[in-house]
């Protein structure tokens, strides 16, 4: 079996808020996740969504057919870099604001190509 991968990488959204709804996709044929996907309202599903349909679409470019029915084996959500800025506080401090990015990356295992 080949794996055919696709990543989103420095995803303007923290690896914390993606990590939530992987366990769900993952171990799912694609068809069925992408519908799940969909119905939710949060903002990383979009994002992960899109990776989901790029990852189909890489298959379906390598030749792979009945791309609906393939499983998702491999979904991870890893801490990209973070942009820093400092924050001016009370009494001349600062405090130092993260701003964390992410690298989505989905993996589906498709028959030897």
Known sequence: ???VKSEHRYARIAS???NRLLP???G???GDS?????VLPNRAARM???V???AAANAAEAGVRNVERLKIVEAVANGGPMFKRIRPRARGM???ERHRTSHIRIGIEAPEL
């Not at 992408?34 to 969909?38: A, E, G, M, T």
């Open 1 to 3: 079996m080949a794996l």
């Open 16 to 18: 914390s808020k993606v």
């Open 24 to 26: 769900i996709i993952r």
């Open 28 to 30: 799912r044929e694609v």
């Open 34 to 38: 992408l519908d799940l996907l969909r």
């Open 48 to 50: 992960v969504e899109a």
């Open 52 to 54: 989901v349909k790029t």
């Open 94 to 96: 600062a405090y130092m």
